[in-house]
């Protein structure tokens, strides 16, 4: 079964950290670009950031710029979203994708979606 599955969302204080993983089976993460989705309750799913297949070129939305880290480990055919000094306005279901390529941060010829994990920023 072709799937993406993303882990390692939670519950955070303002300021705290979180590092999310999308792993993929059925298939090898290395042929596409992946993005970062997130979607708060009320409002329409926005980019957040995308890596390229190779790794070298990665990109931020400004909202996350500097405090997100994107990342790849082919080998583990896994990508992962290092998020650092979380605000509320980050909770959200974060998504990833594997698409074609990045335009900016968003990733564009999606293929597949993963589900989602649940991001809670509250004190």
């Known amino acids: 079964q072709l799937q993406l599955v993303e882990s390692g969302g939670g519950l955070v204080q303002p300021g705290g950290s979180l590092r999310l993983s999308c792993a993929a089976s059925g298939f090898a993460l290395d042929h596409y670009a992946i993005g970062w989705f997130r979607q708060a309750p009320g409002k329409e799913r926005e980019g957040v950031s995308c890596i390229s297949s190779s790794g070298g070129i990665t990109n931020y939305a400004d909202s996350v710029k500097g405090r997100f880290t994107i990342s790849r480990d082919n080998a583990k055919n896994t990508v992962y979203l290092q998020m650092t000094s979380l605000k509320p306005e980050d909770a959200a279901v974060y998504y990833c994708?594997?698409?074609?390529?990045?335009?900016?941060?968003?990733?564009?010829?999606?293929?597949?979606w993963g589900r989602g994990t649940q991001v809670t920023v509250s004190s």
């Open positions: 994708a594997a698409g074609g390529f990045c335009s900016g941060y968003i990733t564009r010829g999606i293929s597949y």
